[in-house]
């Protein structure tokens, strides 16, 4: 039994999920320390403020990237569709 074809299957699944969670993570953590910045700065400390900005910055993640990631996605489930028999061959 080679367990090897599985691994590198799930290391390019780790690796399509960091892709398509990225641009996501990164813009609600920037939106997140502006916010944090704004507030320390005016001293308004309310919770509710920073989600708002944030969910609109991920709305606008979404409209423009949306496309690419279901690309990705779509991609990423043919190609594990197309190896299966590959990989139970092997197994």
């Known amino acids: 039994m ?8 799930a290391g ?7 892709a398509i969670a990225g641009p996501i993570l990164a ?5 997140g320390l502006v916010v944090a910045l704004v507030q ?4 308004i400390q309310e919770a509710t403020l920073s989600f708002l900005p944030k ?3 991920i709305a ?12 990705e996605l779509a991609g ?7 190896e299966i028999p590959s990989l139970v ?3």
């Open 76 to 82: 990423f489930t043919v190609q594990i569709y197309r």
């Open 60 to 71: 606008l993640v979404l409209l423009f990237a949306g496309h690419w990631m279901l690309g």
């Open 12 to 18: 390019q699944a780790l690796y399509v999920a960091a």
């Open 27 to 31: 813009s609600a953590l920037g939106i």
């Open 55 to 57: 969910l609109a910055v």
């Open 2 to 9: 080679n367990d090897g074809p599985v691994m590198q299957l």
């Open 89 to 91: 061959r092997t197994l």
């Open 40 to 43: 320390t700065l005016t001293q």
